[in-house]
């Protein structure tokens, strides 16, 4: 038997985005309310997971996965943030704190609960 997160309380909404967003990656607000590309220590709204002629499914809820660069974090909580490249990273100064369930630091992959 295999175990699985995914699938955990999972929510899309669907949003206007103002230019392609990189599919699993983190996901930000402009200042016009579109999604954009999460930039370096930015925080998170959620993860896009399509984008179609401007419009993009947001998850904002449940259980993903993402990259990680620099230390890897810690089970239970960590502070997140995006590192500007699709992924995230450990920010000691972030504003929110994410349930760490599964970490592979072998190929530097975090999950969590948005």
Known sequence: ???S???YDVN???MPAAEELNIGGGVALNSSGKCIN???ETDIIGVAVNNREGIAGVQTKGYVEMK???SAPSYNYSKLI???NGGVKVYASG???YKVIKLDT???IVGFIL
Do not use: L, W
Request: no cysteine; charged share 10%; aromatic share 8%.
């Open 82 to 84: 995006s590192n500007g």
């Open 38 to 40: 999460a930039a370096n």
């Open 1 to 3: 038997m295999s175990i």
């Open 12 to 14: 899309v909404i669907t």
């Open 68 to 70: 990680y660069t620099g």
């Open 106 to 108: 072998a190929n530097k």
């Open 5 to 7: 997160y995914n699938g």
């Open 95 to 97: 504003t929110r704190d």
